[in-house]
Nanobody, 121 residues
Framework: QVQLVESGGGLVQPGGSLRLSCAASGSIFKINGMAWFRQAPGKQREPVAGISSGGSTNYVDFVKGRFTISRDNAKNMVFLQMDSLKPEDTAVYYC???????????????WGQGTQVTVSS
């Protein structure tokens, strides 16, 4: 099994910054893509940013230019640097890892439990 644990969330004022971290552990054979999602109250979970094993990144429009996703393959970690935060960014942020625990199995999605980010004055 693969476990993901997020950290770094908290309360920040509009325009402020936070850096989220997600560490993967367990029976990991390989991690391919990693990503960040978020879910606000009453809304569906939505993608925020993704990063491939080779470091290619993609972002949704509402965070482009403000957020930066990165990863440390040696540590099985993914990060999300969030700058110029807006109240609309308030949500629970979840990390996702596409991983396999054995060589001969398909990649599966593993989710963390989430970390709360609140942007408010």
């Amino acid at each position: 099994q693969v476990q993901l644990v997020e950290s770094g969330g908290g309360l920040v004022q509009p325009g402020g910054s936070l850096r989220l971290s997600c560490a993967a552990s367990g029976s990991i054979f390989k991690i391919n893509g990693m990503a960040w999602f978020r879910q606000a109250p009453g809304k569906q979970r939505e993608p925020v940013a993704g990063i491939s094993s080779g470091g290619s990144t993609n972002y949704v429009d509402f965070v482009k230019g403000r957020f930066t996703i990165s990863r440390d393959n040696a540590k099985n970690m993914v990060f999300l640097q969030m700058d110029s935060l807006k109240p609309e960014d308030t949500a629970v942020y979840y990390c996702l890892a596409q991983a396999k625990t054995r060589e001969f199995e398909p990649l599966r999605n593993y989710w963390g439990q989430g970390t709360q980010v609140t942007v408010s004055s």
